[in-house]
């Protein structure tokens, strides 16, 4: 079955980076655009970026645009969020995503604290 596993959240300060991966199994990883989104404390989940298959370009949240970069490695099934330059606001659950024949398919989450 579809699993998404994301790993690499923790506690930064501002101004830091952290680098999330998210390993992807049960199904052809290097046919479908990945995504990652983030839940802030007390907010809805929204769209952090998306990366596709074909040339793996990116698109991202204005937010994050200049800070964050999705990529993605077909040999070992996994896509990555590099974040730099992190700011309090990025505070939030950030999960890895992706939708194969209309299905939705989540991670469970990972936790990333920006706090001085």
């Known amino acids: 079955q579809v699993q998404l596993v994301e790993s690499g959240g923790g506690l930064v300060q501002p101004g830091g980076s952290l680098r999330l991966s998210c390993a992807a199994s049960g199904f052809t990883f290097s046919t479908y655009a990945m995504s990652w989104y983030r839940q802030p404390p007390g907010n809805e989940r929204e769209l952090v970026g998306i990366?596709?298959?074909?040339?793996?370009?990116?698109n991202y949240a204005t937010s994050v645009q200049g800070r964050f970069t999705i990529s993605r490695d077909s040999a070992k099934n996994t896509v990555f969020l590099q974040m730099n330059s992190l700011k309090p606001e990025d505070t939030a659950v950030y999960y890895c995503y992706t939708k194969i024949v209309g299905k939705e398919y989540w991670g469970q989450g990972t936790q990333v604290t920006v706090s001085s």
């Open positions: 990366i596709s298959t074909a040339d793996g370009r990116a």
